[in-house]
């Protein structure tokens, strides 16, 4: 079993980054997606106070609780922008789809300490597999 789907058979709670309220944009299909899988997602997005029925929060801290992996719908320079915090605020697994790492934010992943998963689609595994949690 990988590092990704490993993941998405006994981690239960996400924080997306970068989920938005436009229909076309792929963080809105991934925060869908896995609510769709059972999982626990708290949608992290200053810009909205709500995405459908569901609360969006402005940041990391505002959080009910802590998960137990962020994943990252940003461009690489503004995940680079939220690593410190997700170390800080305890999570310990960072997952950046295709088009949100960089060299720079997996070298900050191993300086603070944080498993990192890249360049997968939480999507396209979901889609592969059942979770079994």
């Not at 922008?81 to 800080?88: C, F, M, N, P, T």
Request: charged share 20%.
């Amino acid at each position: 079993m990988n590092a990704a789907e490993e993941i998405l058979r006994t981690c239960t709670t996400y924080a997306l980054f970068g989920a938005s309220q436009d229909v076309l944009k792929y963080s809105y299909e991934l925060f869908h997606t896995l609510l769709e899988a059972g999982y626990t997602v708290y949608p992290v997005n200053p810009r909205y106070q709500r995405i459908d029925d569901h609360v969006c929060y402005p940041s990391l801290s505002a959080l009910p609780a802590v998960p137990e992996v962020a994943i990252t719908a940003l461009a690489p320079a503004n995940t680079e922008k939220v690593l410190e915090d997700i170390a800080a605020r305890g999570v310990h697994t960072v997952w950046m789809p295709p088009g949100s790492s960089s060299q720079a934010a997996l070298a900050k992943c191993r300086e603070l300490g944080l498993k990192a998963v890249h360049d997968v689609c939480p999507v396209a595994m979901l889609r592969r597999m059942k979770p079994q949690r």
